[in-house]
């Protein structure tokens, strides 16, 4: 009795791969699945961070931008890392650059 349990629990006949036919079929929706999220996630967000990116590195002083706080100023002064924003006449405070979202709208103006 115990030992139809156990023969009943083994590998089918004729091998162990149950006539299931290629493998690779076996991972085909895998890659399927990661092809859609490719195209459809992580390229588009790599080129968005690429166009930001460019965006960052061609700033210069005069610029009026928007920083993710959402605060609105000119640039009075760049570095490598830190940007210099004058906010109203004679305030100036200093962020880090990659805080900059990007150019202010007309309707945050």
Request: net charge positive.
């Given at each position: 009795?115990?030992?139809?349990l156990?023969?009943?629990?083994?590998?089918p006949?004729?091998?162990?791969?149950?006539?299931?036919g290629?493998?690779l079929m076996?991972?085909?929706?895998l890659?399927?699945?990661f092809?859609?999220?490719?195209f459809?996630?992580i390229r588009?967000?790599?080129?968005?961070?690429?166009?930001?990116?460019?965006?960052?590195?061609?700033?210069?002083?005069?610029?009026?931008v928007?920083?993710?706080?959402?605060?609105?100023?000119?640039?009075?002064?760049?570095?490598?890392n830190?940007v210099?924003l004058?906010?109203?006449?004679?305030v100036?405070?200093?962020?880090?650059r990659s805080?900059?979202?990007?150019?202010?709208t007309?309707?945050?103006?």
């Amino acid at each position: 009795m115990f030992s139809d349990l156990v023969y009943a629990m083994g590998p089918p006949p004729g091998g162990a791969q149950g006539g299931q036919g290629n493998p690779l079929m076996a991972f085909l929706p895998l890659i399927i699945i990661f092809l859609i999220f490719y195209f459809l996630l992580i390229r588009p967000q790599q080129k968005k961070q690429k166009q930001h990116q460019e965006f960052l590195n061609s700033l210069k002083r005069g610029d009026e931008v928007i920083t993710s706080g959402g605060i609105i100023g000119r640039i009075t002064k760049l570095s490598e890392n830190i940007v210099s924003l004058e906010i109203a006449p004679n305030v100036v405070i200093r962020i880090a650059r990659s805080q900059i979202a990007g150019r202010p709208t007309e309707e945050t103006k």
